[in-house]
């Protein structure tokens, strides 16, 4: 394992062979790191022992740990398809605030027609001031002829 390692380019996975139906590689990632890694239809990993005794033990506590972490993601996902029922449940009830959702949208158009005409006045004004300057500009224009 160690020669295997020694032998990657960084961030280069290199197949060692088979370890109890698992595939075993050692990876070399890009910071020094250098990893066992036990494959099936994921990747577990654990940290490369300078001792051949310690990479076994890793490799024995990697298998040990999955039954626990088996465990735990079943867990995950029980607790995910409750939450999904609840949340399909609570989709279905209606809108608590439906009401004054309403009200407030009809206020808020109100308000919204207002401006708008507000806002249609001051063009008004804007251009009822233009045509006085353009008057007073060809005013001034004839005089100066």
């Given at each position: ?23 075993l ?32 033990v ?71 001031r ?16």
């Amino acid at each position: 394992m160690l020669e295997a390692v020694s032998k990657c380019k960084n961030g280069e996975t290199t197949h060692l062979g088979e370890f109890k139906g698992f595939e075993l590689l050692v990876e070399k990632n890009f910071i020094g790191v250098n990893y066992l890694v036990l494959r099936g239809k994921t990747d577990h990993k654990a940290e490369l022992s300078s001792s051949p005794v310690g990479n076994m033990v890793k490799l024995e506590n990697l298998l040990g740990g999955m039954a626990e972490e088996l465990d735990f993601l079943t867990k995950k996902i029980e607790q995910y398809e409750r939450d999904l029922e609840q949340s399909k449940l609570e989709y279905e009830k209606p809108f608590a605030q439906e009401a004054e959702l309403s009200e407030k949208i009809a206020r808020l158009n109100e308000l919204n027609v207002q401006l708008d005409l507000e806002n249609g006045r001051a063009e008004d004004v804007d251009l009822a001031r233009q045509e006085k300057e353009e008057q007073n500009r060809v005013a001034c224009c004839d005089k100066v002829k």
